[in-house]
């Protein structure tokens, strides 16, 4: 199955700072979803990345998919506080047999400073 | 607009009692249905998804059983749980191949 890499595993930023997670996987990427996740309370989906190149922005966070399909940045500008939480990038499987189902990389944890 | 209802919130269980985590979505049809379970440092783990009524896949060999029986109804049963059975479990649905999943907001089942 593929397996989702994100680094960094964790990140301390001060507020108004600017950061970015990345998101590699060692074959195609069928699909590529952010999510954005707070302690203890469910998934929210952010944004879909389906062709290379494409880039996706919403409010100050913007998410780029590489041209090859193998790699996502996540990108937020100017961080604030209500940024802060755990990041997870999702994929689709590229085996039939597992119908519409997403494989996760482990996630970025994001906390911001005052 | 649709939503998704996981319930309950919190469960806390003795090791070998039974378990039922239902989730239920409204303000759709026919979506495609997904339990995970979130253990800590290892990720969301899909354990099964569905196309359609009575039709349930498994990812991971476990004690762990999926049912839908209605077309908007997802549930996650044990007979006899473990204590590796403890985590987060959050149910999704998605309304199209590919298309992003929309999760609810998760149980957290504690074995003791």
């Known amino acids: 199955s593929q397996e989702l890499e994100q680094s960094p595993q964790s990140l301390i930023v001060q507020e108004g700072k600017n950061l970015t997670i990345n998101c590699t996987s060692s074959?195609?990427?069928?699909?590529l979803y952010w999510y954005k996740q707070k302690y203890g309370e469910g998934l929210i989906f952010l944004m879909m990345?389906?062709?290379?190149?494409e880039e996706k922005s919403h409010e100050k966070i913007t998410a780029k998919l590489d041209e090859k399909k193998q790699q996502s940045s996540l990108h937020i500008t100017a961080s604030q506080p209500s940024h802060a939480g755990i990041y997870l990038c999702?994929?689709?499987?590229?085996?039939?047999?597992?119908?519409?189902?997403?494989?996760f990389g482990k996630g970025t944890s994001l906390l911001v400073t005052p | 607009s649709q939503t998704i209802h996981q319930w309950p919130a919190t469960l806390v269980q003795p090791v070998g009692s039974p378990l039922s985590l239902e989730c239920t979505v409204e303000?759709?049809?026919?979506?495609?249905l997904y339990w995970y379970r979130q253990a800590a440092g290892r990720g969301l783990q899909l354990l099964f998804y569905?196309?359609?009524?009575?039709?349930i896949s498994s990812e991971v060999p476990q004690n762990l059983s999926a049912s839908r029986p209605q077309d908007r109804q997802f549930i996650l049963s044990s007979k006899k749980l473990l204590l590796s059975d403890s985590g987060f479990y959050l149910c999704?649905?998605?309304?199209?191949?590919?298309?992003?999943?929309?999760f609810g907001d998760g149980t957290r089942l504690s074995i003791l």
């Open positions: 999704a649905w998605s309304g199209q191949a590919l298309g992003p999943q929309h």
């Open positions: 569905s196309v359609g009524i009575g039709q």
């Open positions: 990345l389906q062709k290379g190149g």
């Open positions: 303000g759709t049809s026919n979506p495609n």
């Open positions: 074959k195609t990427l069928y699909g």
């Open positions: 999702g994929a689709g499987q590229s085996n039939s047999n597992s119908g519409y189902a997403l494989n």
